[in-house]
């Protein structure tokens, strides 16, 4: 189904509701068996009839936000603004609580359904571009509307943008897990009016990661037959200094990347290496993610960078990953190192690395406090390992074990 159809198809709903009529956006008896609705939340005390009747999610996402007193949250496809209203509740009034939907019949239903709530306000747009400036919002809620979307990765893009450093990503939606039959899982799709093909889990942490995020975790709860599922998903953009974002490393940054890395190699204390190679080597001998850069949020520039490389192409070192991470001369000592590290370190664990491990000059202690701050160990000394500048070097191996 086309995005106009479904928007199309949202905006006769939103009409029904409008005119006091339950509505839902698959058959009955699924919409009943699945738990979809105002059946997926615990207390609707209080709220407006219409936001019930027009309640077409698969859970309650507001339950898991860790919404608090203050903050700033966005649900995407707000719909008839259940998901808004309880939000606004947990913000409180010095919060705020934003509603987008695609269809104007929606947004004019859920502005009637807040009428008189202070704290909330409703956008017209689409998901794939929030008409909403970067780094705008604390939390992203969401429920049983991203499936609906043609350009998934472009949502979850733009929910990474408009979070600021440490916002939360946490939405109801619909999955599939597990190897089905495509025509039945197809089929239990439409039932429960999955209009454009769920995800399955694996695509979804896939495109978290793609996006930036870090802290993935997804967890099922109603069961829709052949492999298809309603499920929490939980994410977080990575924490930052003030003024800096940590976002994903891109092709774009290379030129900055490889000046930061020059910069750490000229002091003499980062690397045997003396000259910092092409985009195009560093680019092939890194692995694809989890690279990020940390960025001035007014100006673009890259101040830090971390990557790695595999140890061994045998598949039995498949989740032991050596890295390396820099940050600018002039930007040191403010925790931009540390927030690189510990974003890469959450990432990397995400893609399944059990060993992540480096090499660090004994002399280098900064290097070494940090590693160590974030539960990295010493576990042996290369003694005189090669020469640099003239003279014998040790290395310290350090390495950090998943739990």
Request: charged letters at 20%; glycine letters at 12%; a negative charge.
């Amino acid at each position: 189904m086309a995005d106009e159809e479904i928007v199309q198809r949202y905006s006769g709903l939103a009409r029904r509701a409008l005119n006091g009529r339950h509505v839902t956006d698959c058959g009955p008896q699924a919409f009943a068996d699945g738990g979809f609705g105002a059946a997926g939340y615990d207390d609707t005390s209080g709220l407006p009839g219409g936001a019930l009747l027009a309640s077409l999610g698969c859970g309650n996402p507001v339950a898991v936000a860790e919404l608090r007193a203050g903050q700033t949250v966005l649900d995407l496809g707000s719909g008839g603004g259940i998901d808004v209203l309880l939000s606004a509740r947990r913000v409180g009034p010095y919060g705020k609580a934003y509603g987008l939907d695609a269809s104007a019949d929606m947004v004019e239903l859920a502005r009637r359904n807040a009428a008189g709530v202070a704290n909330v306000e409703f956008l017209h747009g689409t998901i794939e571009r929030i008409p909403l400036p970067g780094r705008a919002v604390d939390v992203v809620v969401s429920n049983c509307v991203i499936n609906l979307s043609d350009d998934k990765a472009a949502v979850l893009a733009e929910a990474f943008r408009v979070l600021r450093p440490g916002g939360r990503f946490g939405v109801s939606d619909v999955v599939v897990d597990g190897a089905s039959d495509p025509v039945r899982r197809a089929a239990a799709e439409q039932r429960i009016g999955c209009a454009a093909g769920a995800l399955t889990t694996e695509a979804y942490r896939d495109l978290l990661a793609a996006a930036g995020f870090v802290g993935v975790a997804i967890t099922l709860t109603a069961d829709h037959g052949d492999g298809v599922h309603s499920a929490i998903i939980q994410a977080t953009k990575p924490a930052a200094p003030q003024g800096l974002e940590i976002r994903p490393m891109r092709a774009s940054d290379a030129a900055q990347v490889l000046a930061i890395y020059q910069a750490g190699l000229d002091t003499g204390q980062a690397s045997f290496e003396t000259l910092a190679p092409s985009w195009e080597g560093f680019d092939a001998a890194k692995l694809p993610r989890p690279r990020y850069v940390a960025a001035d949020t007014e100006t673009g520039e890259v101040v830090g960078w971390v990557a790695a490389s595999p140890v061994s192409a045998r598949p039995v070192y498949a989740g032991v990953v050596e890295h390396s991470v820099y940050v600018h001369p002039g930007c040191q000592a403010h925790g931009i190192g540390r927030a690189l590290l510990a974003a890469f370190i959450t990432a990397a664990e995400d893609a399944g690395a059990w060993t992540i491990q480096a090499g660090i000059f004994p002399e280098n202690a900064a290097s070494l406090s940090l590693h160590q701050a974030l539960g990295f160990r010493v576990v042996g000394t290369r003694e005189r390992l090669a020469r640099h500048h003239g003279t014998w070097r040790d290395v310290l191996l350090v390495e950090r074990r998943s739990a």
